[in-house]
């Protein structure tokens, strides 16, 4: 099993990323993200929960979004040979549970590729996407919000990561296709894929 983590503040690419990712390696995408917005949708409890933090550009409890990654994990796993993780860990904590969590299954994180991009750019990527996508938390007051929670609370994982020896910075500005090669050079070289 081949596990990826892709990195970066929101905006930076990830959720594009991935869908190339997952075309040229047959990951299995899981975007915390995205599972809340399905919750929200269906109008459950959890989605009722995470809209309250969502709309105010907030993270979720880190125990919450702990059960949720394992149990979207587990139901995912037999079908799968690998995973690209978007959006998750976004806290120190967070990255320690999916540590011990793939120890327990006797898997592993292999590869993080953080995608990096100046704030003003990714400012004007999120209204962009939001006059576009209709998405409730790309306003420029959430956005401002989500940048900040992403500096103080995301971005130390850079070091968790480098510590880890799996961090790899890639430069998240220019073209989607440029960026897609920078981030498989790098996976390639760090790692055979099978
Ligand atoms: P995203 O689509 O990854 O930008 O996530 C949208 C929003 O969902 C974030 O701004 C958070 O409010 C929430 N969220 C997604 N993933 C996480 C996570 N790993 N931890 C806490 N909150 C999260």
Request: no cysteine.
């Amino acid at each position: 099993m081949f596990n990826l983590v892709i990195f970066g503040a929101p905006g930076s690419g990830k959720g594009t990323q991935s869908e190339k990712l997952i075309d040229r390696y047959g990951l299995t995408h899981i975007s915390t993200g995205d599972v809340l917005r399905k919750e929200i949708a269906a109008g459950s409890e959890l989605g009722k929960i995470a809209d309250s933090y969502i709309s105010k550009g907030q993270l979720i409890p880190d125990e919450l979004m702990v059960d949720i990654l394992a149990s979207e994990f587990d139901r995912l796993r037999p079908e799968s040979k690998g995973f690209i993780f978007d959006g998750f860990p976004r806290t120190i904590p967070q990255a320690e549970a999916l540590k011990k969590m793939l120890e327990d299954r006797g898997e592993e994180v292999h590869s993080v590729i953080g995608l990096e991009v100046a704030d003003e750019e990714l400012m004007e990527r999120l209204i962009k996407r939001g006059a576009e996508s209709g998405r409730s938390d790309d306003n420029p007051e959430t956005i401002g919000n989500r940048l900040k929670v992403y500096h103080s609370t995301t971005s130390p994982l850079r070091d968790y990561y480098t510590a880890e020896g799996t961090y790899r910075a890639i430069q998240g500005s220019g073209r989607v296709d440029e960026i897609f090669s920078r981030i498989t050079e790098a996976i390639e070289s760090q790692t055979v894929l099978n």
